[in-house]
């Protein structure tokens, strides 16, 4: 098991209604990036954040917003909630150095898994 | 944008039979890595390939990266029903991920 840990595990909202994902990196590593899931998918990339600072973004809309706090856990809002977000939360630590576009292990936690009804 | 695809989308085998997928991207990647999902769970790192042409095993795991750096394969021999999971290649910094290879296999 990986040391990244996500809540909640499980959710239900309301098309409309905001919602907040968090997530803790593992112990000494400095970036964490989220992801989406649906079912039978691949996990999309939806932004990195390293060192307290968006590193990369991926296809998804202003309304998916993050945080990265000084302890390196972070956290994933999301607005105006659609039918279409109800999917899988990944998050995933690494230890990046530096801000250069390589790639580093990733250790993923469990998931938060999102229905929007 | 950057692609990458993965084949087979399914494989179902018997038990000792060898599987093989294929990642294939629409550009040159700087490295690639190999995830497995079990059913219900998270995706696990399992190696990352730098080099062109590299070749790296894990046990009865066996990863390439193509001399052109475009694309990648994971081989097991001998499946056992351990193996089951859909594996995932993903490339290069944003971590595109393929749709994965749903393995299973019957006893």
């Known amino acids: 098991e990986t040391g990244v840990t996500q809540s909640p595990t499980h959710l239900i909202k309301t098309r409309g209604q905001q919602v907040t994902l968090r997530c803790s990196s593992q112990?000494?590593?400095?970036?964490v990036s989220w992801y989406q899931q649906a079912l039978g998918q691949g996990p999309q990339f939806i932004f990195q954040?390293?060192?307290?600072?968006?590193?990369g973004r991926g296809n998804f809309p202003p309304r998916f917003s993050g945080l990265q706090f000084p302890n390196y856990s972070s956290e994933l809002n999301v607005n105006a909630l659609e039918l279409d977000d109800s999917a899988l939360y990944l998050c995933?630590?690494?230890?990046?150095?530096?801000?250069?576009?390589?790639?580093?292990?990733?250790?993923f936690g469990p998931g938060t898994r999102l229905t929007v009804t | 944008g950057q692609q990458v695809m993965q084949i087979p989308q399914y494989q179902h085998v018997q038990e000792g039979e060898d599987f093989t997928t294929y990642c294939n991207s629409s550009?040159?990647?700087?490295?690639i890595q190999w995830y497995k999902q079990r059913p219900g769970g998270h995706p696990v790192f399992l190696i990352q390939?730098?080099?062109?042409?590299e070749v790296k095993k894990q046990k009865r795991l066996t990863f390439q990266f193509g001399e052109a750096k475009k694309n990648s394969s994971l081989h097991i021999t001998a499946t056992q029903t351990t193996d089951v999971g859909t594996y995932f290649c993903?490339?290069?910094?944003?971590?595109?991920f393929g749709a994965g290879t749903r393995l299973t296999v019957k006893p």
């Open positions: 995933a630590s690494s230890r990046q150095q530096g801000l250069a576009h390589s790639s580093y292990e990733q250790y």
């Open positions: 112990s000494g590593h400095n970036t």
């Open positions: 954040y390293y060192r307290e600072e968006e590193n």
């Open positions: 550009t040159t990647l700087s490295n």
């Open positions: 390939l730098v080099k062109s042409g």
């Open positions: 993903a490339g290069s910094f944003v971590m595109r």
